[in-house]
């Protein structure tokens, strides 16, 4: 079982930026992603990062957001800039190892002044 643990949301106004942590218990996973949830909506992907270190982003976070992982390959990063009201939601953090999917609880990013 994997163990996962989001931290770094916050309260954030139009145009600056944050940072979410992802740790994981375990390393050697295939994919580490982030996806999110706003209120009233499906959750969608944001982007994700491979063991080979290929990254991928959706168009709304593409040139904003960046994910990373640590040398040790358990921390998953999303850095975000440039924030908009719209990136408002809860951020999960989402790997996938085994050909199972695990998901921490998620942490709220609002963007409002």
């Known amino acids: 079982q994997v163990q996962l643990v989001e931290s770094g949301g916050g309260l954030v106004q139009p145009g600056g930026s944050l940072r979410l942590s992802c740790l994981a218990s375990?390393?050697?996973?295939?994919?580490m992603a982030w996806y999110r949830q706003a209120p009233g909506k499906e959750r969608e992907w944001v982007a994700h990062?491979?063991?080979?270190?290929?990254?991928m982003y959706s168009d709304s976070a593409k040139g904003r957001f960046t994910i990373s992982n640590d040398n040790a390959k358990t921390t998953v990063y999303l850095q975000m800039n440039s924030l908009k009201p719209e990136d408002t939601a809860i951020y999960f953090c989402?790997?996938?190892?085994?050909?199972?999917?695990?998901w921490g609880q998620g942490t709220q990013v609002t963007v409002s002044s």
């Open positions: 989402n790997v996938l190892t085994g050909g199972r999917r695990y």
């Open positions: 375990g390393n050697n996973f295939n994919l």
């Open positions: 990062i491979a063991r080979s270190g290929v990254t």
